[in-house]
């Protein structure tokens, strides 16, 4: 499929396409194995790029979404077999190894919190292929350039949060998208590396302060979704477009009642400062 994508017609590429990702969807939840099943749409991450300039941005938009619920959808059914299992057992073993690319397998969670709803006041370090959702007074750090962690194409998916902070020093990929949905009193900082092709959605957020800066590269697109109460670090202004659909009946295009452009305290990206700052000004952000 790589070698002849090319080649495809965009209505033939659709079909490829829409097979491709049927095929993934009827092997999750059965025996595949996930981290297979992560790296096939990951290739179709990839695959997508390499088309990229030959099809509409609606039809990009619309193969990225299903890449993105493939990677929901493949979590959660691997989640639930995990804990499917973990029934079966009195005692769990002390050397049980469990999948970490969820973030109620962090370390230092105790057999308590995986049940729980709420991922409650942890310290999470991102990687690949996780879903993260439902935290509260955490947060999510990925850790610096250095980070061996890497891949070309991939996607952050990131869900229910509140008073959390999210704190991306540097990027896991150059190419993919960044999806946050839900997110209430939140402080959420992505340094995005020069010469990427990042696509970022932001869906349902409520009062959070945004720092999301291209290096070298002006005009990052952000697109938002039913948000209010934002506010962009001044930084962004000069160098970010905001798509924002929340307010598709604004004839006045200087109008932003939903976001407005203010400079606040980034901390040096130090994720223990900026947790405190979050847990100090809830009234404030």
Do not use: W
């Not at 709803?117 to 509260?136: A, D, F, Q």
């Not at 340094?191 to 409520?206: G, K």
């Not at 039913?226 to 200087?254: A, E, Q, Y």
């Amino acid at each position: 499929m790589r070698d002849n994508t090319s080649d495809l017609t965009p209505a033939e590429f659709s079909k490829v396409f829409g097979n491709a990702c049927n095929v993934i969807e009827q092997k999750t939840g059965q025996k595949t194995s996930a981290s297979l099943l992560k790296r096939d749409v990951m290739e179709l991450f990839a695959l997508l790029r390499s088309v990229s300039d030959s099809i509409s941005a609606y039809d990009r938009e619309k193969y990225n979404s299903r890449l993105t619920r493939l990677l929901k959808q493949i979590t959660a059914a691997d989640t639930s077999a995990t804990t499917r299992k973990f029934q079966f057992k009195t005692r769990p073993q002390k050397d049980q190894k469990r999948d970490e690319t969820y973030v109620q397998d962090t370390p230092n969670l105790s057999d308590k919190s995986i049940g729980s709803p709420k991922c409650i006041g942890k310290t999470l370090e991102y990687r690949i292929g996780g879903v993260y959702e439902n935290l509260e007074k955490c947060s999510l750090t990925f850790g610096s350039e250095e980070s061996n962690e890497k891949l070309d194409s991939a996607a952050i998916l990131i869900r229910s949060c509140h008073k959390s902070v999210i704190n991306f020093k540097a990027m896991p990929f150059v190419h993919g998208s960044v999806y946050i949905e839900n997110a209430q009193h939140c402080i959420i900082l992505f340094r995005l590396p020069e010469s990427s092709q990042i696509q970022i959605r932001l869906h349902e957020l409520e009062n959070c302060d945004i720092y999301m800066v291209r290096v070298g590269l002006p005009h990052q697109s952000i697109v938002l979704e039913n948000c209010t109460g934002l506010r962009f670090h001044g930084d962004m202004r000069k160098c970010t477009k905001i798509h924002d659909f929340s307010s598709v009946g604004k004839t006045n295009s200087s109008e932003h009642p939903n976001y407005q452009y203010e400079s606040f305290d980034l901390c040096n990206f130090d994720t223990p400062a900026l947790v405190e700052l979050v847990s100090g000004s809830e009234s404030s952000i």
